[in-house]
């Protein structure tokens, strides 16, 4: 068992900056996909955070060409992506699927095209794979700033309205009625969702980062009941496979092929899948226990209908 | 209750249509229609399927702008939203067909809790009085047995309640149901009717609900407002429940039939447009049986 920690917890680990910086901004990552992909799961909006992720790969493969840190191309085009969605009217329920697979279909052939002109002008498929499947070890410590920012804003931003998109979700039209502007809170929604994937991007991918989105929340919506609880699970989940990812990468340094660590993503993503699967092996005791309640309230009821049903 | 009356202009009522037409792209889909209810009033909405029921519901909400004519909820027009915010919400409002996915992050007093604060910013973050409140008020409506269940989980029956428990637990004046009773089992219908009435009758609110059936609301109206084709027949179960008076507003003959205390409308023998009596056929009004109109 010690060894096993003194594997998992290579020597050098903590004394590594890029290791350092990967586990600071992976936290934050992981928390805002976290808390933000509760509401992509709860609004039916996946698909929507797929599509953006498309659209910021076109964004993060064309910022590589200028010159630019990927980041701002994944979050000028997650963004402008968020706004056309709410243009076309992403939240009609008719209009989503169409309109989401438009824009997607878009962004990805821009996409291909940058990533060729970066590797035809680079002579590496450095860039392919950098944006594709995320750098969370060569982050430049001049963004680092940006992306804690960034994530705090998308985070206070569901955190704020978390309790109208709550109602928005159950009811567009009960919110309406209380005098929610619902189409404005779902754009403000939209706006965090792209922030939050471009920065899930930076971690482990364009391709990849409606992984930690939805797969972490997916997760806390099978386990936890209320929403605050729903939202601490589903950062907590993303924050572990983060970090087991980032120290299971660190570690496949010394695994063939020996001297090029396995990609961060993989790990973090299979944890992802692993921890979704064994919230299935959990046995829906809470839900049973909720069932034979409401049978007694039943009961009670009935009670009460006897005395309508007997001055009919 | 009786305090908030004073503050109304004309004598005690809370809701007032007068001449609602609506008309969306060409099509008429209300014409002319009026009615007033105030408070304590039990009152049915009741019409065929697409007759024009939830335009109503969505008119006296805000939701829907009229084409022409007046509503007054409570003495003001529904819309102007700081008038209504300073108030409180005077109408509750559950809607139709609500489909709850399982795994939507709401337990039953979390939906309730959202009927106190859901308009508000910030994390509901625990709150000893909304507490207590929401048990109070899931107790008034028979749900306290499953507050920590997931909504999505519950049956028709206990979704209703819930959300009636949601319209109900900020005091409303007025409470709008669209079809809560559609797609319940006999006995669910009847225990949400039960509470409906005892709220009406304990509490003073005023219920305005619609149903496609009459005869499981038939014991607790106190009056009707039968909607077809768009427009509105107003009266006690009497005055509108008649071969004349149904007949005039279908635009063709029916038949109101009294069949071992249910009633039962026929349609004439042309029923060729959407809204006519035709449509009646299909509907599951021979299923209930709950007393005399």
Not at chain 2, 4 to 27: F, Q
Not at chain 2, 105 to 110: I, K
Not at chain 2, 205 to 230: E, F, K, T
Request: proline share 5%; glycine share 12%.
């Amino acid at each position: 068992m010690e060894h096993f920690f003194h594997y998992l917890f290579a020597p050098g680990l903590a004394s590594s900056g890029p290791v350092r910086v990967a586990l600071l901004v992976g936290t934050v990552v992981a928390v805002t996909s976290g808390v933000v992909g509760v509401f992509t799961v709860t609004r039916g909006q996946s698909f929507a955070g797929h599509a953006l992720a498309d659209v910021a790969t076109t964004g993060g493969s064309g910022a590589f060409l200028i010159g630019l840190n990927q980041f701002w191309g994944f979050l000028a085009f997650g963004i402008g992506a968020a706004a056309f969605l709410e243009i076309i009217g992403v939240q009609r329920r008719r209009g989503r699927d169409v309109a989401t697979g438009v824009v997607l279909g878009a962004g990805l052939g821009l996409a291909a095209l940058f990533l060729y002109l970066d590797a035809a002008s680079t002579s590496t498929t450095g860039a392919s794979f950098t944006v594709l499947f995320g750098s969370i070890f060569v982050i430049a410590s001049s963004t680092v700033p940006a992306l804690i920012a960034s994530g705090l804003i998308a985070l206070l931003v569901v955190v704020v309205l978390s309790r109208v998109l709550l109602l928005s979700s159950l009811s567009p039209d009960i919110a309406a009625v209380r005098g929610v502007p619902v189409r404005a809170v779902g754009a403000a929604y939209l706006i965090a969702l792209a922030i939050s994937v471009s920065l899930s991007a930076v971690a482990i991918g364009a391709v990849l980062s409606t992984a930690l989105l939805i797969g972490p929340a997916a997760t806390a919506l099978r386990i936890a009941r209320g929403p605050v609880r729903a939202m601490a699970v589903s950062a907590l989940i993303g924050v572990v496979a983060t970090w087991l990812g980032i120290l299971l990468a660190y570690d496949s340094y010394d695994w063939p092929p020996h001297g090029h660590g396995w990609p961060v993503s993989f790990f973090i993503v299979a944890l992802v899948v692993i921890f979704y699967l064994l919230s299935y092996l959990r046995r829906p005791s809470r839900s049973r226990s909720a069932r034979t309640a409401s049978g007694a309230a039943g009961a009670h009821s009935r009670s009460e209908e006897g005395a309508c049903s007997a001055a009919s | 209750m009786t305090s908030t009356s004073a503050r109304l202009p004309r004598s005690d009522e809370l809701l007032r249509l007068d001449g609602i037409s609506v008309r969306l792209s060409g099509r008429e889909i209300l014409n002319d229609v009026s009615f007033a209810i105030r408070p304590g009033e039990f009152t049915g909405l009741i019409g065929p399927n697409g007759a024009g029921k939830t335009t109503i519901l969505r008119v006296i909400l805000g939701l829907q702008p009229p084409s022409s004519g007046t509503v007054t909820v409570a003495g003001s027009e529904p819309g102007q939203r700081p008038g209504r915010r300073r108030r409180g919400p005077v109408v509750g409002y559950v809607p139709q067909k609500l489909l709850i996915e399982p795994d939507m992050p709401l337990r039953v007093r979390d939906v309730v809790a959202l009927g106190v604060d859901g308009n508000r910013l910030g994390l509901p973050l625990p709150s000893r009085a909304r507490r207590d409140l929401v048990a109070e008020t899931l107790r008034a409506v028979g749900a306290d047995g499953y507050a920590d269940a997931r909504v999505g989980e519950l049956s028709g029956g206990e979704q209703q309640r819930v959300m009636i428990a949601h319209a109900l637990i900020s005091s409303p004046r007025l409470l709008l149901l669209d079809e809560p009773l559609a797609n319940l089992d006999i006995r669910s219908a009847r225990g949400i009717v039960a509470i409906l009435a005892r709220l009406a009758h304990e509490q003073r609110i005023a219920i305005l609900i619609s149903a496609h059936d009459m005869n499981p609301l038939a014991q607790v109206m106190d009056r009707i407002v039968y909607v077809a084709a768009g427009r509105a027949a107003v009266g006690s179960s009497e005055e509108v429940l008649r071969t004349d008076v149904l007949s005039n507003l279908y635009g063709q003959h029916v038949d109101v039939l009294h069949v071992h205390g249910r009633v039962v409308i026929v349609a004439g023998e042309d029923d060729e447009d959407t809204g006519s009596p035709g449509d009646l056929d299909r509907q599951p009004d021979t299923v209930y049986g709950s007393g005399a109109a």
